[in-house]
């Protein structure tokens, strides 16, 4: 029973100890091999997606450039019929036939853009594994009575 007393004090003394003295100290830890792997391969990944997204932005451009020379298409031929007709029905016609050439464009324009695909996923940085931080950094500050009146 005595040999069981002084076992549990000599523990708790030496846990008591190697915790302050681990708390006092703050290691600066250096990366690990695996965050320096892991980190080049981001980098990696982070090029392909630039280049990945920098490629769709220009299709893109050039599916919006499309569609701007068939809508501006369709507005001068709209314009030009319009100065040559006399009736209304005739005018009427222009305006639909302008209008369903926009429709058109506009629809070939969504048809590529959904062709495309959904845009590349961003890769995601590792996170540098940090040691366990002491619980108390902060200097225990002392609490000021309440003022009483």
Excluded: C, W
Aim: aromatic share 2%; net charge positive.
């Amino acid at each position: 029973m005595r040999i069981r007393g002084i076992a549990l004090v000599v523990m708790s003394l030496t846990l008591l100890l190697s915790s302050s003295l681990h708390a006092s100290a703050e290691p600066t830890p250096s990366p690990s091999p695996d965050y320096q792997m892991l980190m080049s391969q981001y980098k990696l990944d982070l090029d392909q997606y630039r280049s990945l997204v920098q490629a769709r932005e220009k299709a893109r451009s050039e599916i919006n450039r499309t569609f701007m020379l068939a809508v501006n298409d369709a507005n001068r031929e709209a314009r030009t019929a319009m100065k040559l007709a006399k009736t209304a029905a005739v005018k009427n016609e222009i305006i639909s036939k302008q209008k369903i050439a926009v429709t058109a464009a506009s629809v070939a324009r969504d048809a590529a853009i959904v062709t495309l695909g959904l845009p590349p996923t961003p890769p995601v940085k590792p996170v540098k594994q940090e040691g366990v931080a002491p619980l108390n950094k902060m200097k225990d500050k002392k609490s000021s009575p309440s003022p009483t009146r």
